[in-house]
């Protein structure tokens, strides 16, 4: 009997171990009560909106302003727990840093969306290799260089698409352009990007696509583009000279600053430096040192590939380390 009444003992206790694993008690204040919840569905998704980083006070506040705009939004999207901005290089807080945070509070995933402009290094291979899902020998050399952390999540990180920025980027300096321009018959335009050595002809393809886009819809019969990134050594002249090439043909030229934010380095002493070598350029030059942001289409897209991700996050099997 003592022997029957001891394995009903160890079957009870087994069937009361295995609940408790499949299942965790809250307690909640606000009904006082008990809830039990199961931790198999449960899913806790952090965002990381990942930009470059910048010196500039200004540049980084409008990527923290783009934060505030999307914030709520995003916290609205089942599961997701936190919203933060990381910047790769220049100042904190970093990738790895807001990293580290989401899993101190317990995310099982990550969702990384790389607020840049188009393909680069640091989109394919740098911000991978922060986050240990590379070994990349450049990019860890350039990380050793400018002392940039790495961090190895506990979470699952998933990181997006770049930034669909061939619509966007169209709406985006038609706005701008027509802000501008008074007789587009007498204009040509000037596009001045950052640049990228090893991605070059993704640079122009897209810069041309922009060009023959503004062309047909504001009839700006010429168009131009220059660099003022590391790959022409940050050196003025480059605008200078992307500005003479319409001025060949028309009375006057657009310039248009296609960069994700506004940095006194690149929009007043580089692009504008570049202006102010152009002969009677208060006459002959129409700009305004402007950026991309802010764009209310970019925080809708910001939306729409989170909620893209969160779905198949949901959906997938939970991380058993949560």
């Not at 007043?268 to 070598?277: A, C, D, F, R, S």
């Not at 002969?279 to 305004?288: A, L």
């Amino acid at each position: 009997m003592k022997t029957k009444t001891l394995k009903k003992i160890i079957l009870a206790s087994s069937i009361l171990l295995n609940l408790f694993i499949i299942y965790q008690c809250k307690f909640s204040n606000s009904e006082n009560k008990f809830v039990l919840q199961d931790r198999s569905q449960t899913k806790r998704i952090g965002i990381v909106l990942a930009n470059h980083g910048s010196r500039s006070e200004t540049w980084r506040n409008a990527l923290l302003d783009l934060e505030k705009k999307v914030r709520d939004s995003l916290m609205k999207i089942p599961n997701v727990v936190s919203v933060a901005t990381a910047f790769m290089e220049y100042t904190e807080p970093s990738i790895a840093t807001q990293v580290a945070k989401m899993d101190s509070i317990g995310c099982s995933d990550v969702i990384i969306i790389p607020v840049f402009l188009t393909v680069s290094p640091h989109t394919f291979e740098d911000i991978p290799t922060i986050l240990g899902l590379k070994e990349d020998p450049e990019s860890l050399e350039l990380l050793k260089i400018e002392n940039i952390k790495r961090y190895f999540p506990k979470s699952t990180v998933h990181i997006t698409p770049l930034l669909d920025f061939t619509d966007l980027l169209k709406k985006n300096i038609l706005r701008r352009v027509k802000n501008l321009s008074q007789k587009p018959e007498e204009e040509g335009l000037v596009l001045i990007g950052y640049g990228d050595q090893r991605y070059l002809k993704e640079w122009e393809n897209l810069f041309d696509e922009i060009g023959k886009f503004i062309k047909d819809s504001l009839k700006i019969s010429e168009y131009s583009y220059g660099w003022c990134g590391h790959l022409v050594h940050y050196n003025p002249e480059e605008t200078t000279k992307a500005i003479h090439k319409v001025l060949q043909t028309k009375e006057k030229a657009i310039v248009i600053p296609v960069l994700v934010a506004h940095d006194e380095m690149f929009q007043i002493k580089i692009i504008g430096g570049g202006i102010e070598k152009i002969k009677d350029y208060q006459q002959r030059v129409k700009y305004k040192p402007d950026a991309i942001l802010p764009d209310s289409n970019l925080e809708g897209w910001i939306y729409a590939i989170t909620n893209k991700y969160v779905e198949e996050i949901n959906k997938s099997p939970s991380n058993t380390n949560i």
